[in-house]
């Protein structure tokens, strides 16, 4: 089995953040906790991308879907839908849009735990509900409330792989092979080696 070290997640800066002005921001909060920079490109993707990009994972409609319904009623609001698949349709719809919008960056940022970690650092979904401290938190303020009455996706600054699966499906989407460099850094001696005694010597 390959080491944990090796763990690899998408990351996508959304239109929004490159508008916010926080790709350093956002770049650094991944970075300061050990995870390595191995994938980088800026683009405008297309319609087709982000279609397909979403779609990779056959459960994500069910879960889109269910994730905004639950953040509904745990509020005391009625949902607009109570059809997950339903609710799921015209989010991939509004992502078309919101997503094609402008420049976007994608990144793959390896390191144990990655797909886990970074998720930690980036938040909720939903801004408004995101965790104090984490960048969807602490940089933006949007809700399903407000994006559903203003029918467009919630704007929340960053796509994050949910699982080490979507991030294996979804890295060969926006990456070749050849665009993933393999590299090292010096700190991974640091929080890597089993031998830390070299530190003496
Ligand atoms: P995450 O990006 O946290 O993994 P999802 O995969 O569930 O979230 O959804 C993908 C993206 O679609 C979200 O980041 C958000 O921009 C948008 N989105 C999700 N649910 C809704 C919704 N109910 N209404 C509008 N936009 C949504
Ligand atoms: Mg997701």
Known sequence: MAHPRTEQTLVIVKPDGIQRALIGEIMKRYE??????????????????????????????KNVGEKAIASYIQKGEIPPSNDPIAVANSVVERLKEYMTSGPVIAMVWEGAHAVELVRKITGGTEPRSAGIGTIR?????????????????????????????????????WFTASEIVRYRVPHEATLYDQDIRSILS
């Open 32 to 61: 300061r906790i050990g995870l390595k920079l191995v994938g980088l490109k800026m683009l405008v993707p297309t319609e087709e991308m982000i279609e397909r990009h979403y779609l990779l994972d056959p459960d994500w409609k």
């Open 137 to 173: 938190g602490d940089f933006v303020l949007d809700s399903y409330s407000m994006s559903d009455s203003d029918n467009r996706a919630i704007r929340n600054l960053i796509h994050a792989s949910g699982s080490v699966a979507e991030a294996q499906m979804e890295i060969p989407h």
